[in-house]
């Protein structure tokens, strides 16, 4: 173990970053400085460095475990904890945030950059929905359910009402899948067909379906379903 004290000034994470600035300190110093402090004989850094060994040292596979699995981690307490998932969730709206003067959505690949930081690292299946006007503006994103590993739940009378109260002119549909296989399987085709005639009937057109699998995803538009 290596108290953080011990090492010299210009070493130490928050030192380091004032000198030389974020982009130069390793995944170790900078989860250091989120945990903020040591506990129970281990240092800030010595939390980092278990928590990187627990995940293989991939921040993909840090961002899935659960508040419970951090807290069996000597050291990590509830305060730790929040700090770190925190983190993970501002990264991801950052990811998947919009720039103003891109707001219209022209290709699969950019809806899917919009809610792939959600839901690529899951390891369950969600289901979201993007609302768009009539020049394909995007007016709202909204998380619509959440299943288990190999399923979730398409409620497709709520997406039409949501959609309807969004005074949206069309939506695109994206789902994951946990397995990191992107190919729609028979129940993905016949709930897009559902969908798609459901929301024709109140003058809303279904754009796209958008099955993200880690970082691949599949569209039905470009792949003319």
Not at 32 to 41: M, P, Q, V
Request: proline content about 3%; overall charge neutral.
């Amino acid at each position: 173990m290596t108290g953080i004290r011990t090492l010299r000034e210009e070493e130490r994470p928050r030192e380091k970053m004032a000198l030389k600035g974020a982009e130069s300190l390793t995944i170790t110093e900078l989860l250091a400085i989120i945990i903020r402090t040591g506990d129970r004989g281990k240092s800030a850094i010595d939390l980092a460095r278990e928590l990187l060994d627990r995940s293989d040292n991939r921040l993909s596979e840090l961002s899935k475990m659960s508040h419970e699995k951090f807290m069996t981690i000597g050291g990590m307490g509830s305060a730790k904890t929040f700090s770190i998932l925190a983190a993970f969730e501002i990264g991801k709206r950052l990811c998947s945030e919009v720039p103003s003067d891109q707001l219209q959505i022209r290709t699969s690949n950019m809806a899917a950059q919009i809610i792939s930081p959600f839901i690529k690292n899951l390891s369950h299946e969600e289901c979201w929905v993007l609302y768009l006007n009539r020049a394909n503006k995007l007016i709202g994103k909204e998380k619509i359910s959440k299943g288990g590993v190999s399923a979730t739940i398409m409620d497709i009378k709520i997406i039409v009402k949501k959609a309807v109260e969004k005074l949206a002119s069309s939506i695109i549909l994206v789902h994951n899948h946990p397995s990191g296989n992107p190919y729609p399987s028979e129940q993905d085709r016949a709930q897009t067909t559902a969908l798609k005639e459901a929301a024709a009937y109140f003058d809303i057109t279904l754009l796209d379906h958008i099955i993200v699998a880690e970082n691949k995803f599949f569209s039905f538009s470009d792949e003319n379903y």
